[in-house]
């Protein structure tokens, strides 16, 4: 048997090597997807086949990443329960493509993939395999083997001599990529218990972040964000610059409690510098340039978007269905908006787009006001029009 198993070398991937070759006695081929997570890869390669796999398959997957799932949610305005930029659950669609790809590239049989039985990633995997190779066996060892607990995973670990990137005092599980980071266990399963120093990778803590502010300018061209200040980057390293920026000064922590695909409430602890700057640059743009039908339609589809994204259905059709509008909102959202940060804090400052539907004739209380005050008199009595006749008849009971 041959089992392409997804691969990242953290605690549960490190244990799955060994497992499945005990127990399945298959050929194992590692996986992994560079999705800007800021690891050493050819060490977490190395790391694969010495701990027993024939080959170990590692793609740089950023580009595509952020062009192909990044983007389109930014588009969408996804953020599910209205918090979260949806990071993890943005990247498991494409780690999933790619794994059924190298599995029917090297004749497997099956895919595996290290996803808790209570948690939402076994849901991204295994539905986006169904849709795009139906044929393939799933194996989910976690959903199977003994290690119940994390701390019986690092003992199985140690016992085979497995290097493992944490430890019983800080069992912190982390997911990274360049559009955030989700943080989970230890301390913070205690839902009053406020995050430790020590669990945060992407941000700095705001009580010490550099005194004052500092203001950029994020250009949009049809939805992308494609320049901060005038220069021109491609989007990977525009992302990287905010996150870098934004992070120094403790910008994009999330702490929320969530619901997940299978049915129980999480507290889930995330970083999104970049994310969250961008999210709230774009919908200021739309804002002016969308209108008011519109906008407010998109912000509720912006919902389900962010909701079927994190319920693992990418590759399903609804979601290109809800795209395609998606696509069609964006043809005119050209602009700038300025934004300033400081500890803890974005704001924006200005807005600016070519296809501005703000009229400043109309908008004016000063001179140069084009607004006919006239046309209310008309637009109130039939605006009005079925509450008044309601109101003429509760006063008749």
Known sequence: MKIVCAYSGGLDTSC??????????????????????????????????NTGA???????????????????????????????????????????????????????DAIAHGCTGKGNDQVRFEVAAQCLAPHLKVIAPLREW????????????????????ITKAKPYSIDRNIWGCAIECGEMEDLWQEPPADAW?????????????????????????????GETLDTVHLIARLNQIAGAYGVGRIDMVENRVVGLKSREVYEGPAAVVLHMAHVELERIVLDRP????????ALDFATLIYDGLWFGPLRHAMQAFIESTQQHLTGDVRVRISAGLAQITGRRSPFSLYDDGLATYSDGDTFDRTAAVGFLKLYGLSYQTWGRVQRTR
């Open 294 to 301: 519109t906008f407010q339609y998109k912000r509720k589809l």
């Open 16 to 49: 799955m090597i060994p497992w499945l070759t005990e127990r399945y006695d298959a050929e194992i081929i590692t996986y992994t997807g560079d999705l800007g997570q800021g690891e050493d890869l050819p060490a977490i390669r190395q790391k694969a086949l």
């Open 54 to 108: 024939s080959v170990a398959v590692v793609d740089d997957l950023q580009k595509r990443f952020v062009d192909e799932f990044v983007v389109p949610a930014l588009k969408a305005g996804a953020l599910y329960e209205g918090k979260y930029p949806l990071h993890t659950a943005l990247g498991r669609p494409l780690l999933a493509q790619r794994l059924v790809e190298v599995a029917l590239d090297h004749g497997a």
């Open 201 to 229: 990778m992407m941000t700095s803590d705001p009580a010490e972040a550099p005194k004052g502010s500092i203001e950029m300018v994020i250009g949009f061209d049809k939805g992308v964000p494609v320049s901060i200040d």
């Open 146 to 165: 003994d290690l119940t607990t994390r701390e019986l995973e690092i003992d199985y670990a140690l016992e085979r001599n497995i290097p493992i990137p």
